[in-house]
C-alpha cells in the first residue's frame, strides 16, 4: 500500500473519530497539537487503523507517533514486516 | 437566602424542548410506544418511552460520538436550560458567570447502562482491545455531570446524587443546598437516564414492577386508576438553572419561581416495597413544608410521584393525607408520568420543572388515563382537562426511589 493511500485511509479515520477536516490531515501535522487529538480518541484511532491496515501498533510504539507522517510510516513499515 | 429558578430544559418522549415537553402534557399526550425492535422480541415487556427527538439529531457527531445516550440527553436539556436563563454564550465566562462560582448537578438512577451492555458485546464478541477507550467514561454515573460541567465550565464542583427514582429530584435538593451554604451562587441541576434496553426492561420486569398492558401502549401509564399495573419506561433528561435571587437580580433575570425548600427521608423497611402506610414519604412531604415555611393551606398543588404501580399509588396518597391533613382532599394533583412514562432518574428533575411551569403559568396539566379513580386514593386528582390555579401560593413535588428514598422539593410562586 502506497504512502498516500494510507494517509488517505488515516485521514478518514481521524476524521471519523475527532472530526478533524480530512484536507487538514497532512504529514506534518503533530495530532495533539495541530489537531486537538486527545489520548482516548488517539486510542481509538490506533485501534481502528489496526482494523483497517491490518497492522498491529502495540503502546510502546502508538507513544512514538507524534504526527500523521510518523502513524504514516509505521504502518507502511508494519504493513511491509506483515 | 432565596434560590430561584431561572431557566428549564428538557428532551422528554413528548417532546425535544420544555415547550413541546409542556404542551404534551397539557393535551394530555402521551409518549408511550411499542418497541418493535429485533432486541425487543423476546422480552415479557414490549412498550416504552422514547425520546420524541434523537440527541444525535441536535447534537454535533464528533460531539456526540464519545458520549453515553443519557449524556447526550443531559447536555441537550443543559444546554437549553442554560439558553433560557438567558446566558448568551455556552460557556460560563463569556456568559459573564464566574466558573468557580458555577456548580453542576446532574443525577442518573443507573448510569451508562447502555454503553455497559454494548461494551461488553464488543468484549466478548472481538476481545479486550477493542473495546472503546471512551467506555469508563461513557458508562460512569457521573458522566453526565462531568459532560454539562465541561459544557458549561463549571469549577465549584460537579455532583451525582444517586437514588433511584428519586435521584433528579435529590439533584435538585443538593443543588439547594449548594446554594444555600454558599459553594455556588448558580447552579444547574437536573437529571437523566437512558436505559431503554433488553437488561433492564427484564430486570424490572422480573419485578413485576412494570405494565404489561402491551396492546393499548398509550393506555398502558395510569396513575391512580383501578386497572393500572405498573409503570412504563420512559428515557431523557430535564435540568434547572438554579441561582440565588441576588444573583438572579443582578443580572436582570427573568425569575420562573423560587425553590423553597427540600425534604428527604429514608423508609429503611424494604429496598423495593413503598411502606404501606407511606409514613417515610410523608415526613419528606412535612420536612420539605418546614423548610420552605409552608402551612397546608399553602399548598395549591401537588405534582405527585405516582407511577402507576398498584401500591406506590396508594402509599403516596396516604402520604399526602399524613402530611396535608384535610387539606389533601382539595389540592388539584397531577401525575406526570401518565403522559411520559417513568423516566428514572430523570422523572424528579422533569417533575419539578413541570412543577415550576404549573405555578409560573397558573395550570395544572391533566393525568391521562384516569377513567375509573381507585377509591382507596381519595385525592382530587387532575384528569381529562387543565386546571387553572389562582395566582400565588406552593407546591409540591415527591419522587420516590428503590432503596426507600423519599425526597420532597417546594415551590413557590413569584
Known amino acids: 500500500m502506497s504512502q498516500q493511500e494510507i494517509l488517505a485511509g488515516l485521514a478518514q479515520i481521524v476524521n471519523e473519530i475527532a472530526g478533524v477536516p480530512v484536507g487538514d490531515i497532512t504529514l506534518d501535522k503533530n495530532f495533539v497539537d495541530d489537531l486537538d487529538v486527545d489520548s482516548l480518541s488517539m486510542v481509538e484511532i490506533a485501534t481502528a487503523a489496526e482494523d483497517q491496515f491490518g497492522v498491529r501498533i502495540p503502546d510502546e510504539d502508538l507513544k512514538d507517533l507524534k504526527t500523521v507522517g510518523d502513524a504514516v510510516s509505521y504502518i507502511e513499515k508494519a504493513g511491509v514486516a506483515a | 437566602m432565596s434560590v430561584v429558578v431561572t431557566g428549564l430544559g428538557a428532551t422528554t418522549p413528548l417532546g425535544g424542548d420544555v415547550a413541546s415537553t409542556w404542551d404534551g402534557l397539557l393535551a394530555a399526550r402521551s409518549g408511550v410506544r411499542r418497541l418493535d425492535e429485533e432486541w425487543a422480541a423476546d422480552l415479557p415487556v414490549r412498550i416504552a418511552a422514547r425520546v420524541a427527538v434523537e440527541p444525535t439529531e441536535v447534537l454535533d457527531r464528533v460531539e456526540a460520538r464519545t458520549l453515553d445516550r443519557s449524556q447526550q440527553f443531559a447536555l441537550v436539556a443543559a444546554r437549553e436550560a442554560w439558553a433560557d436563563a438567558g446566558f448568551a454564550a455556552r460557556s460560563a465566562g463569556d456568559a459573564g458567570v464566574d466558573p468557580e462560582r458555577l456548580a453542576v448537578v446532574v443525577a442518573s438512577g443507573i448510569g451508562g447502562v447502555l454503553t455497559l451492555l454494548a461494551q461488553y458485546d464488543v468484549l466478548r464478541e472481538r476481545g479486550a482491545r477493542r473495546v472503546s477507550p471512551h467506555t469508563v467514561p461513557m458508562l460512569m454515573p457521573n458522566g453526565p455531570a462531568a459532560t454539562v460541567g465541561l459544557a458549561l465550565t463549571a469549577r465549584a464542583g460537579v455532583h451525582t446524587p444517586v437514588s433511584a427514582c428519586a435521584s433528579g429530584a435529590e439533584a435538585i435538593a443538593l443543588a439547594l443546598d449548594l446554594l444555600r451554604a454558599g459553594r455556588a451562587e448558580v447552579v444547574v441541576a437536573g437529571g437523566t437516564e437512558a436505559a431503554i434496553a433488553s437488561l433492564p426492561i427484564a430486570g424490572f420486569a422480573a419485578m413485576r414492577a412494570l405494565s404489561t398492558r402491551e ?133 424528579g428533575a422533569l417533575e419539578a420543572a413541570v412543577t415550576v411551569l404549573s405555578l409560573h403559568h397558573g395550570v395544572v396539566p391533566p393525568t391521562r388515563n384516569l377513567d375509573d379513580p381507585d377509591d382507596e386514593i381519595g385525592l382530587d386528582v387532575v384528569r381529562f382537562e387543565p386546571r387553572a390555579l389562582a395566582p400565588g401560593g406552593a407546591a409540591l413535588s415527591n419522587s420516590f426511589g428503590f432503596g426507600g428514598h423519599n425526597v420532597t422539593l417546594a415551590v413557590k410562586a413569584v
Open chain 2, 215 to 347: 396492546d393499548q401502549p398509550d393506555a398502558a401509564s395510569r396513575p391512580y386508576d383501578k386497572a393500572r399495573d405498573g409503570f412504563v419506561l420512559g428515557e431523557g433528561a430535564a435540568v434547572l438553572v438554579l441561582e440565588t435571587r441576588e444573583h438572579a437580580h443582578r443580572r436582570g433575570a427573568r425569575i420562573y419561581a423560587e425553590l423553597a425548600g427540600a425534604g428527604i427521608s429514608a423508609d429503611a423497611h424494604h429496598v423495593a416495597a413503598p411502606q404501606p402506610t407511606g409514613a417515610g414519604a410523608a415526613r419528606a412531604l412535612a420536612l420539605a413544608m418546614r423548610d420552605a415555611g409552608l402551612q397546608s393551606s399553602d399548598v395549591v398543588h401537588v405534582n405527585a410521584h405516582a407511577t402507576s404501580t398498584p401500591l406506590g399509588d396508594v402509599a403516596e396518597a396516604k402520604a399526602l393525607r399524613t402530611a396535608l391533613g384535610d387539606a389533601a382532599n382539595t389540592i388539584p394533583v397531577t401525575a406526570t408520568k401518565s403522559c411520559t412514562g417513568h423516566l428514572l432518574g430523570a422523572a
